[in-house]
């Protein structure tokens, strides 16, 4: 078993372009459930990834502060709230989608069968404990530089279209006022290589289409069709 996950994590390596110790990568990569399932085998020496999840949580905001801080000229509430946009689970579980995780995380029968390997908290969770698995071996400088490849689009694409005023709230409260319908939110196309997917998402009341976004996740693209959904119903009430 223990060749198989040397493989799995020398695949793994591979795929993303990282040079991380294989030990610490293995345990990055290896589910909860996983470690129940061989435990009740008689294995017990296997560890899964929650203290390194823990770990690499603190990681990444310390990446991400470090990052809105230095580069952009932002006050301290867009700061948390820009943060907070970069670091939720939906945000995290897309970039490790981009980097094909889902593939190599050892999940336990049950977990796998239940569609674990595309769960937002498991690949959430997977892609943290891979930040500390870098940090523990390499250092910080090896994790920003990790990090900048994959965060840079983001976070100019957040703060330069203002998604930190959270376009889909304002909508939502008004399409609702009047006991109107929420707003629905639909995939409708994808593009770009993986660590460059680029998301179409269309914004529906009712029956009405009100906007269409793109972005480099769904919720930033969700976000974008509802600012431009927003402007089409105030052009509509000036005419």
Do not use: C
Not at 83 to 93: G, Q, S
Request: aromatic share 8%; proline share 2%; glycine share 8%.
């Amino acid at each position: 078993m223990i060749d198989q996950m040397k493989e799995n994590a020398r695949r793994f390596r591979e795929r993303v372009g990282i040079d991380v110790d294989t030990a610490l990568l293995i345990e990055a990569l290896m589910h909860s459930s996983f470690v129940n399932e061989q435990s009740s085998v008689g294995i017990r020496e296997l560890e899964s990834n929650e203290r390194l999840e823990f770990l690499g949580d603190a990681v990444l905001d310390l990446y991400l502060a470090e990052t809105l801080y230095t580069a952009y000229k932002l006050n301290e509430g867009d700061m948390s709230k820009t943060r907070a946009l970069l670091a939720n689970e939906d945000f995290l579980a897309e970039i490790a989608r981009s980097l094909g995780i889902g593939d190599f995380i050892m999940l336990g029968k049950g977990e796998a069968a239940s569609g674990g390997r595309n769960r937002d908290s498991i690949l959430a969770d997977a892609f943290e404990a891979i930040i500390a698995a870098l940090y523990l071996d390499k250092g910080f400088s090896v994790v920003r530089e990790f990090l900048d490849r994959l965060y840079s689009p983001h976070v100019s694409e957040v703060i330069s279209s203002g998604i930190q005023r959270d376009f889909k709230t304002l909508l939502q409260e008004k399409s609702q006022v009047g006991g109107g319908p929420r707003p629905q939110y639909e995939l409708i196309d994808t593009s770009g290589p993986p660590q460059r997917r680029r998301f179409r998402v269309r914004v529906v009341i009712g029956d009405r289409e009100l906007g269409q976004g793109e972005g480099y996740s769904k919720k930033a693209a969700e976000q974008d069709a509802a600012r431009q959904a927003l402007e089409a119903l105030s052009n509509s009430q000036e005419e």
